[in-house]
Nanobody, 113 residues
Framework: QVQLVESGGGLVQVGGSLRLSCAASGSTVSINPMAWFRQAPGKQRELVASISSGGTTNYAASVKGRFTISRDNAKNTVYLQMNSLKLEDTAVYYC???????WGRGTQVTVSS
């Protein structure tokens, strides 16, 4: 059974940084494609960043150059380093295996001015 637990969210000022973590169980992050999504109030969930089993990364245009997705195979954990945060980055962030249907509960990121 796949389980995902996101953590690391919080309240941060514009221009600040946060690192989100996603601890996975029931499947292995090193051999499966993983992604971070986010959902802002009143908006649809959107793909933020992904990493393939081979390590290829892709980013939404809105976060490219500011966010970095990575993984620690030994910890079976995926990370999202978020720098130069903007007000519009405020959302609940979720991680997901792209070839599984399971979602975690997400972690709230709030960027304030």
């Amino acid at each position: 059974q796949v389980q995902l637990v996101e953590s690391g969210g919080g309240l941060v000022q514009v221009g600040g940084s946060l690192r989100l973590s996603c601890a996975a169980s029931g499947s292995t992050v090193s051999i499966n494609p993983m992604a971070w999504f986010r959902q802002a109030p009143g908006k649809q969930r959107e793909l933020v960043a992904s990493i393939s089993s081979g390590g290829t990364t892709n980013y939404a245009a809105s976060v490219k150059g500011r966010f970095t997705i990575s993984r620690d195979n030994a910890k079976n954990t995926v990370y999202l380093q978020m720098n130069s945060l903007k007000l519009e980055d405020t959302a609940v962030y979720y991680c997901k295996f792209l070839n599984r249907d399971t979602w975690g509960r997400g972690t709230q990121v709030t960027v304030s001015s």
